[in-house]
C-alpha cells in the first residue's frame, strides 16, 4: 500500500473543524426519522410537501413566491433567461469568478444563448463604479454573496443598496446568487427580508450552510417563479418526487437557521489563530461569513505533510486537502458548522500551538 494521503490523515481524526460533519446517509435518515410514512410524496412539482415548503421559504425570503429546484445551477441559469426574454436582450454581466462562469461548462452560453459580461477584477468584488462603468446594456447584473472564490468577502450594505437603486433606476434586473445567503446575515445585521428587497429574484441552497441533501430555492413576484416553472419542467427538473431533497432541506433549515451568528463568531475565531502562526495568512483577514480561505507560505507537499503529523497528534483535523497556488504557496477554504462546536478551547489552543510550533520548524531548517 502507498503512503496515507492528506484526506485520509483527514478523515481518521476523532474531531474535525469543517462543517457539518460526514455526508453520509445518516443526513438523510435523520432528516426522515420522525414522519409519517403514509404522507403523501410530490408529484411533478405538485402537492403540499413541496408547496408548503415554497411558502415558507417566499416568506422566509419576503418575496412573493418561490419555487424548489433539484440544483442551484439549473435555477439560476433560468432566473437569467427569463430576465434576457423579457428585455429581449441576451446579456448579463457577474463577476468573472461567478459560478456559472468557471463551473457550469459554458451553459449560460451553449444551453441559452447568453452573453457574459465579467465585472471588476478577480481579486475583488463588484462595486458601484463597476456597474456604472458598464459600456454596453445588459438584462441582469447577477451579484453573487458572499464572493466564493475570493474567500468569501462582501460589499459594505451601503454599496449594495446603491447598485441596487442604480440598476432599478437603469431597468436593470438585479439577481442574488444566495448560495450563503444566510451566513452573511449576522455580518450585516440584517434578515434575509431586508437583503432580498434589494434584489429582483433570489437563488438559496439547500446543501452549503443548511446541510442538506441537495436543492435550491428560486423566489421572485409571481409573475417570475410562474415563467420559472416552466423553464424548470424544460429542463427536465420536475422529478415525479423531489420529497427527499425537500424535506432534508426543510429539517435541517429549522436546525441551523439560528445557529448562524454561531458560525459566524467561529470562523472569526479560527480566523485569528490562524493568522498568529507564522507564515499563514486568512482571506479576508477577518472572516464576514462562516468562509474564508487559509494561505500557507509553504510548499503544498511540505504543508501536507504538517497537517499530518498535527492530526496524528492531537487527533484533529483541520482540512483534507490543500491547493498549490504558486510553487511555495497553498491554500484551502474553511467552512465551520457544527463540528466546530465539538472541539473544546484547550485543544483548540493546544492543535494551534502544535501547528506553529511546526510551522516555525519548516523556516529553521
Known amino acids: 500500500m502507498g503512503e496515507k494521503t492528506l484526506f485520509e490523515a483527514y478523515k481518521q481524526t476523532a474531531n474535525q473543524l469543517q462543517g457539518h460533519g460526514k455526508r453520509n446517509l445518516d443526513v438523510l435518515k435523520e432528516a426522515l426519522e420522525e414522519l409519517n410514512g403514509e404522507q403523501d410524496s410530490d408529484i411533478y412539482g405538485s402537492g403540499r410537501i413541496i408547496e408548503d415548503f415554497q411558502k415558507k421559504m417566499a416568506n422566509f425570503l419576503g418575496k412573493e413566491s418561490a419555487v424548489f429546484f433539484p440544483s442551484g445551477t439549473m435555477a439560476q441559469q433560468i432566473a437569467?433567461?427569463?430576465?434576457?426574454?423579457?428585455k429581449?436582450?441576451?446579456?448579463?454581466?457577474?463577476?468573472?469568478?461567478?459560478?456559472?462562469e468557471i463551473h457550469e461548462e459554458d451553459g449560460l452560453r451553449k444551453l441559452h444563448g447568453i452573453e457574459p459580461i465579467l465585472l471588476s477584477d478577480k481579486e475583488r468584488v463588484i462595486g458601484l463604479e463597476d456597474v456604472m462603468g458598464l459600456e454596453t446594456d445588459i438584462a441582469c447584473l447577477l451579484l453573487e454573496l458572499p464572493q466564493r472564490e475570493i474567500g468569501g468577502q462582501l460589499p459594505?450594505?451601503?454599496?449594495?443598496e446603491a447598485i441596487s437603486e442604480y440598476c432599478r433606476d437603469k431597468g436593470i434586473k438585479l439577481h442574488l446568487d444566495g448560495a450563503r445567503?444566510?451566513?452573511?446575515?449576522?455580518?450585516?445585521?440584517?434578515t434575509a427580508e431586508e437583503v432580498c428587497a434589494l434584489f429582483d429574484s433570489v437563488y438559496i441552497s439547500f446543501y452549503k450552510g443548511i446541510?442538506?441533501?441537495?436543492?435550491?430555492?428560486l423566489a421572485g413576484s409571481g409573475e417570475f417563479t410562474k415563467e420559472s416553472k416552466v423553464w424548470k419542467r424544460r429542463h427536465g427538473g420536475d422529478l415525479i418526487s423531489l420529497y427527499p431533497y425537500i424535506l432534508s432541506a426543510d429539517h435541517y433549515f429549522d436546525q441551523r437557521i439560528n445557529k448562524m451568528e454561531q458560525y459566524y463568531e467561529g470562523a472569526k475565531e479560527l480566523a485569528g489563530l490562524f493568522n498568529a502562526c507564522k507564515g499563514v495568512s486568512t482571506l479576508p483577514e477577518q472572516p464576514v461569513s462562516n468562509m474564508f480561505h487559509v494561505f500557507f507560505q509553504y510548499p503544498q507537499k511540505e504543508?501536507?505533510?504538517?497537517?499530518?503529523?498535527?492530526?496524528?497528534?492531537?487527533?484533529?483535523?483541520?482540512?483534507g486537502y490543500v491547493k498549490e497556488v504558486t510553487e511555495n504557496v497553498?491554500?484551502?477554504?474553511?467552512?465551520?458548522?457544527?463540528?466546530?462546536?465539538?472541539?473544546?478551547?484547550?485543544?483548540l489552543s493546544k492543535l494551534f500551538v502544535v501547528l506553529d510550533e511546526k510551522l516555525k520548524r519548516l523556516i529553521e531548517k
Open 80 to 86: 437569467l433567461r427569463i430576465w434576457c426574454d423579457q
Open 88 to 100: 429581449d436582450l441576451h446579456r448579463v454581466a457577474y463577476h468573472p469568478l461567478c459560478h456559472l
Open 156 to 160: 459594505d450594505y451601503e454599496t449594495l
Open 181 to 190: 445567503l444566510y451566513e452573511i446575515l449576522p455580518h450585516y445585521g440584517k
Open 211 to 217: 446541510g442538506g441533501i441537495a436543492g435550491a430555492v
Open 303 to 319: 504543508i501536507e505533510t504538517i497537517l499530518m503529523d498535527v492530526y496524528d497528534e492531537t487527533g484533529i483535523g483541520l482540512t
Open 330 to 347: 497553498c491554500a484551502y477554504e474553511v467552512s465551520v458548522g457544527d463540528e466546530y462546536e465539538n472541539v473544546s478551547k484547550q485543544e
